[in-house]
């Protein structure tokens, strides 16, 4: 799999209720800070119900999503990156994921404390953002100093790399979050090693009290707001409602659903948009045995995508009979849509598109 994302969060804002839900793992959670206290670690199908859809025209017995690894950590503080609170004992686990998901308080409960006494969503997510830079401006400022020694002697490989800590640090210190600084590609792939955290793609989860669904409430108002200046996508939940819904039996779900008048469980978008984020996309395969998704990058050729199978797929990667989501649906599956004429053969150079069903042929 090897996919991950990072939970980060002030205490008390639902991290780990939406986690619990996520994920089924039982993390503590509790009205108070600091609760976790250590990381919680889920594995998260990516729910795609474009694969029940070819596992019933296949007659497949199986059915695989792929999956994301989520990592929840104890909620952050005002002076975490000062050893404040105990979420900053777990930023290295965060900086081994590859995407934040970042929530935020967005109802207002008496019962529920607050870390910082009131709900504001901007200055809480200024708090967060704010100690993940200070996190990212220690760890470049260690290695500037080495390379910088390195790169005023001569020693020419160093010099690139020390040009972008500098212009790093540049931006960290005006509180720029570095996805959403003027790194060229090449300064951010210097960069790369350190797995700084605010580099990191953010989704900003607003959680929402169960009312507000549907609502543009002048707290998500902000949270889009501040997603918008800082390069971030939102996504919208209430996580005490995906919590009730995690715990009902598979067959009450949809029924539960209906009531509440939604189409599916807000976890289902946001395990999405956090597959999105990380710009991954799925082909299928299906057959009698098994309809599975793959995850791929975007822009994948065929080949790289047939060696997400196995190895051997790509080294002796001939064609790729390929059928289009729709086109396998529209037809009745595989056989269907090769008698209408819709199975391609595609060659090397072919980019998978997201939905693609494939047959791979190859040499062993």
Not at 44 to 66: H, M, N, Q, W, Y
Not at 229 to 251: F, H, R, W, Y
Not at 274 to 283: C, D, I, Q, S, V
Request: net charge negative.
């Amino acid at each position: 799999m090897g996919l991950s994302v990072g939970i980060v969060g002030l205490p008390n804002v639902g991290k780990s209720t939406i986690f619990n839900a996520l994920t089924a793992a039982g993390a503590q959670s509790a009205n108070y800070p600091f609760c976790t206290i250590e990381p919680n670690v889920g594995i998260v199908p990516v729910v795609d119900s474009r694969l029940v859809k070819l596992a019933e025209l296949a007659g497949s017995k199986d059915v695989i999503f792929t999956d994301l690894k989520v990592v929840d950590i104890a909620g952050l503080v005002r002076g975490a990156s000062k050893g404040e609170g105990l979420g900053n004992q777990f930023l290295a686990n965060i900086r081994e994921t590859e995407a934040i998901l970042h929530v935020v308080r967005c109802f207002v409960d008496e019962n529920v404390v607050h870390v910082e006494g009131s709900v504001d969503p901007e200055r809480d997510i200024e708090v967060i953002e704010t100690e993940l830079l200070l996190a990212d401006l220690d760890a470049l400022s260690k290695r500037g100093d080495r390379i910088g020694r390195l790169a005023r002697v001569g020693q020419k490989e160093y010099i690139a790399e020390f040009e972008a800590l500098t212009k790093a640090i540049a931006e960290v210190e005006k509180g720029t979050p570095l996805r959403a600084s003027s790194l060229s590609v090449e300064e951010r792939a210097a960069l790369a090693p350190l797995s700084l955290i605010t580099m990191k793609p953010v989704l900003y989860v607003a959680n929402v009290a169960e009312g507000d669904l549907g609502n543009e409430t002048p707290l998500l108002q902000k949270v889009r707001k501040v997603a918008a200046e800082k390069n971030g996508e939102v996504v919208v939940i209430c996580g005490d409602l995906e919590a009730q819904i995690s715990t009902l039996p598979e067959s009450e779900r949809d029924e539960f659903l209906h009531d509440m008048g939604l189409e599916e469980p807000g976890l289902n978008v946001l395990v999405r948009a956090a597959y999105k984020l990380l710009n991954l996309e799925t082909f299928f395969t299906a057959g009698p045995k098994e309809a599975r998704a793959w995850t791929i990058e975007r822009g994948s050729k065929a080949p790289q995508a047939a060696g997400k199978i196995h190895s051997d797929f790509e080294r002796g990667f001939i064609r790729a009979e390929t059928i289009g989501f729709d086109d396998y649906v529209n037809f009745g599956g595989e056989q269907g849509a090769k008698a209408a004429g819709k199975m391609r053969s595609e060659g090397k150079e072919y980019l998978v598109e997201d939905g693609d069903v494939i047959l791979f042929r190859f040499n062993v």
